[in-house]
Structures are given as C-alpha cells and as structure tokens.
C-alpha cells in the first residue's frame, strides 16, 4: 500500500508523536493523584523507563498505545505492508517483554495497561495499582 503523505509531511507527521506525556497518560495520572497516589514519572533509573513509579513498593506502571506495541498484531500486520512496519511493532513488543522480565528479575512488579482499558474504566486501572501495591 502506497502512504499517502509525501515522505517530508510523513516524516513531520511521526515527528509529532510523543514517546511520554501523552493525554491518556496524563489525565490517567492525574486521577492518580486526586486518589491520593504518589508517584515517580518516566523514571529513568529503571529499564524501559516505565511510564509511572512507586519506588518504595517497586511496581512499575507502563501504558501502552495500541499501534505502537502491538494489539491485536495479527490482525493488523496484514494491513500495514511497509517492511519497517512488520519489522517495529514485534521488535517493540519484544522489547516490552525483555523489559518485564527485567524488572521482575531486580524484584519488580510490572503493570501494563493497554490504552482501551484505561479509556474504558481507569478506576478498574486503578484498583490493579492498588492491588499490586499492597
């Protein structure tokens, strides 16, 4: 399938795309907060920088965005022909496993979200957080 931007508007396009700080990850946080949570954000000590931090009781929280870390990957491979596309999302969702087992090695709990679930009931979200941090 042939893109439909020029490779100049294509490259501004992805340019755009945030890595952190996202509005889902920021309203996500933000509840958080007003349930009385403290946290760490992005925090770079950590492989994969997890997204949010609870140094004290070692949970890591990552929320995933559908298209960059694979949901429903097989169903949606078929559709993006581009070799850099069939060649990204499995390395990034192999990445997020090489990262979980190394945060579950150094005595970690890894919570990942996928971006759905947040939009549909962060409190569910929430009381997995909670759960883990007991």
Not at 27 to 40: A, D, Q
Not at 82 to 100: A, F, G
Request: charged content about 40%; overall charge positive; proline content about 3%.
């Amino acid at each position: 399938m042939v893109d439909v931007f020029s490779k100049e508007k294509r490259s501004w396009i992805m340019s755009r795309i945030r890595s952190k700080n996202s509005k889902l990850e920021v309203s996500f946080r933000k509840i958080l907060w007003r349930e009385g949570f403290r946290y760490r954000v992005h925090y770079k000590k950590l492989p994969g920088k997890p997204d949010i931090v609870f140094t004290k009781q070692k949970v890591a929280v990552f929320i995933d965005s559908h298209f960059w870390h694979g949901y429903d990957w097989e169903k949606k491979k078929k559709k993006l022909k581009s070799e850099y596309w069939q060649w990204k999302i499995p390395y990034n969702m192999e990445r997020d496993k090489r990262v979980n087992k190394e945060l579950k090695k150094m005595g970690w709990k890894v919570l990942r979200f996928w971006e759905h679930e947040i939009k549909k009931n962060p409190y569910a979200c929430i009381d997995k957080i909670r759960k883990a941090l007991l």
